[in-house]
């Protein structure tokens, strides 16, 4: 970001590397799509199969999806627009970067056009595993499930530019998934669930941005934390049914489980740790929990 901003070939011929930032805001302007937008199609396709031996309680589905939209209907935000053009890697000729005027001499922007508009396509395709086992003791029943996703693409074209892939870096990760185990006997019922996230790297993004994993801090050499390690959430509880009752209590985030901490210049964090919805849990952090429901 840094370089692409100090950039001559960039919107406005780049700013100063020490620039503050403009004496006055930008006018922001919004507005619909009269005349201008193109109707949001979508297609979905998905192929699955479950595999169930006889006489086992096993069951194994597995699915394959693909969904494609184009010209979704949008408006993406003035901070995501000029986002979106400086960390494009196909800035600056990234239509995107039309979306804002920064004139020559002045350093600031003045204008950013934040109207309703299509996005030209987005695609998702991955596969969904789901593995069930049940099996009845002289205790009672338990029962193992767990549910794996493993996205194979995860590609946007907000213009007619070449499209983006952000899969695998900080924030998209290729792999994630749950574990969760329930024993029930009689009214009671006890569990166990664990939720993870895949392990996820931008460092080869920032290497190639900036030439090295490293900066120089007060004159001491740091290396930049651009990856986030796998991460895991456990939870359990107890539930109790009796007439149309039902109560449970437990804790969550049973280990007060963190989310991977990363470099603020590599990827959005929040304290030290990345910010993303997949480590809603850690931000929430350890919590017990009380329910009561009841159906009619």
Do not use: M
Not at 97 to 107: A, I, V, W
Not at 265 to 280: D, I
Request: proline fraction near 5%.
């Amino acid at each position: 970001v840094y370089n692409n901003c100090r950039s001559t070939a960039g919107p406005g011929g780049g700013v100063a590397g020490d620039f503050g930032g403009a004496a006055s805001s930008a006018t922001i302007i919004t507005g619909g799509g009269l005349g201008v937008l193109e109707p949001e199609t979508s297609k979905a396709s998905v192929l699955g199969i479950i595999f169930t031996p006889p006489e086992s309680n096993l069951s194994l589905a597995i699915d394959y999806y693909e969904i494609e939209i184009n010209n979704e209907v949008t408006t993406l935000g003035a901070g995501a627009i000029l986002s979106a053009c400086y960390t494009s890697d196909n800035f600056p000729t990234d239509p995107i970067c039309n979306q804002f005027d920064r004139p020559s001499g002045t350093s600031g922007i003045t204008t950013v056009r934040d109207s309703y508009l299509n996005v030209a396509e987005q695609t998702n395709r991955g596969i969904d595993f789901t593995v069930r086992y049940a099996h009845d003791t002289p205790w009672g029943e338990l029962i193992l499930d767990s549910q794996t996703t493993w996205t194979l693409e995860n590609r946007t074209s907000l213009f007619d530019s070449a499209p983006t892939d952000p899969l695998g870096r900080i924030g998209y990760p290729e792999l994630v998934g749950n574990i969760n185990a329930s024993f029930q006997r009689g009214p009671w019922t006890a569990f166990w669930g664990f939720d993870w996230i895949g392990n996820q790297s931008s460092q080869l993004d920032y290497f190639q941005d900036n030439g090295s994993l490293n900066l120089t801090i007060d004159g001491r050499v740091t290396q930049v934390k651009a990856e986030a390690e796998f991460t895991g959430f456990h939870s359990v509880s107890l539930s109790y049914d009796f007439d149309t009752w039902k109560v449970s209590a437990g804790v969550a985030n049973l280990f007060d489980e963190l989310p991977p901490a990363a470099s603020s210049n590599v990827t959005s964090v929040q304290g030290n740790s990345v910010f993303g919805s997949q480590y809603t849990e850690g931000f929430y952090g350890r919590r017990a929990f009380l329910r009561v429901s009841t159906s009619f």
